[in-house]
């Protein structure tokens, strides 16, 4: 399966919050859904605990976690050691192979030139995990086993 870039940012819901939700309580204050007066599938029970709620989350931004991995790899490229003023956060397993979007270690920091040679290789990359991932659907769906080359 081919995952593809989710949001430009992710809301990260801390405790108790996560665990009120998943209790179908309010994040705020905890009271049960079934005793709410406002609708239930709403966040909150009402409009003061939905303002409280934001202050268990925490929303991160693709920029701020693209600035937090350039001041990780102290600005500089991890591949040539080269420092620019354009550099890219590159997802070192690319999201369409599987790599996880939000995860700041798997970013890298790279140059333009760099970032050029890996994307290179991370087309090869995706195309061969597309070519594996088609022929098992087809495989599924038509009940047969088939030689797969992929190089």
């Known amino acids: 399966m081919i995952k593809h870039r989710e949001n430009t940012y992710v809301r990260i819901i801390n405790e108790p919050a996560k665990s009120r939700i998943e209790n179908n309580q309010c994040p705020s ?8 007066t406002r609708r239930q599938d709403w966040r909150c029970c009402s409009v003061d605990c939905t303002q409280k709620f934001e202050d268990f989350c925490i929303i991160r931004s693709w920029a701020e976690l693209r600035e937090r991995c350039f001041q990780r790899d102290k600005y500089i490229c991890v591949k040539c050691g080269k420092t620019s003023d354009r550099l890219i956060a590159d997802h070192i397993i690319p999201i369409a192979a599987g790599g996880k979007q939000w995860d700041i270690n798997n970013l890298q920091t790279l140059c333009e030139y760099c970032h050029k040679v890996k994307t290179k290789q991370d087309i090869k990359h995706i195309a061969i995990v597309r070519k594996i991932s088609n022929r098992a659907i087809y495989e599924r769906k038509h009940g047969v086993q088939t030689k797969l080359s992929i190089l």
């Open 29 to 36: 204050c905890g009271k049960p859904k079934s005793e709410w």
